[in-house]
């Protein structure tokens, strides 16, 4: 059951980003399970699983649609997690690093270093998207889980359902532009930032990097909407961004 409910998952996420399901339409167990070609359990569970995502919303009177989201919706969140975890960093060095949450960061913020210097040694660079998007969600869950203020995280759990938002919706083209992969080796940097602040209890420098480390990423992403708009005006085509050019090209931190 857990293999086909991840299949159908994946179906429902692919149509969503493609476009295909629309924002604002209404999903059905009855329909969809007719055309994915599965029973009503795991469509449900799957449902359930990209409302987490934030790819779907559920309705008063039963049953989800697809959400709608703009780039500002997307923006304003992203300020939002800035300052929580802004916070979150504060408390930590306020009390001090523990050893093991020490290590563990150390570890993670060294492979992403590893991560970012191979890529540079190439002819081509190319950042291993996927590879780097699991080290930044981790480096951001290990913050949250470290300062042990349960309201934080719930919050954030909150505020990052909209897609894109949080730091583990990351996701680049197969081959990243050169723009792309420079956000990546910034975002590596403030991790180090952060890290050397936290070691050295410097509370107000920890909090002041983590919200500059939001700000970037929602900048980030307003630049490279807009570089997508350009290129298709220059081509022709409609400027109006779908789920799917979103999806293509967010770079988060």
Request: net charge negative; with cysteine; proline share 4%.
């Amino acid at each position: 059951m857990a293999a086909q409910t991840d299949r159908v998952i994946s179906a429902l996420r692919d149509l969503i980003l493609s476009g295909e399901a629309e924002p604002g339409e209404r999903l059905t167990e009855l329909g969809y399970a007719a055309r994915l070609g599965v029973s009503r359990t795991p469509l449900r569970l799957a449902f359930a699983e990209l409302e987490k995502e934030g790819l779907l919303e559920r309705l008063p009177a039963g049953g989800y649609r697809v959400r709608t989201f703009s780039m500002k919706h997307i923006s304003d969140a992203v300020d939002v997690r800035g300052v929580l975890e802004g916070m979150a960093v504060r408390l930590i060095a306020e009390t001090g690093l523990d050893d093991e949450v020490r290590q563990e960061l150390e570890s993670v913020v060294g492979q992403g270093r590893k991560l970012v210097d191979d890529a540079m040694k190439r002819d081509s660079p190319v950042v291993d998207a996927e590879a780097w998007r699991r080290l930044n969600m981790r480096f951001h869950d290990i913050l949250i889980e470290a300062c042990g203020n349960l309201a934080i995280a719930s919050a954030l759990e909150h505020n990052n359902k909209l897609p894109f938002v949080g730091p583990g919706s990351m996701a680049l083209p197969q081959v990243p532009t050169r723009l792309e992969i420079s956000f990546v080796q910034r975002a590596q940097s403030d991790h180090e930032d952060v890290l050397e602040a936290l070691i050295h209890r410097q509370a107000s420098r920890a909090e002041a990097l983590m919200r500059e480390h939001a700000y970037r990423s929602r900048e980030n992403k307003r630049q490279l909407m807009s570089e997508l708009r350009r290129e298709r005006e220059s081509a022709g085509e409609s400027p109006r961004l779908g789920p799917a050019e979103l999806a293509a090209h967010v770079v988060s931190a």
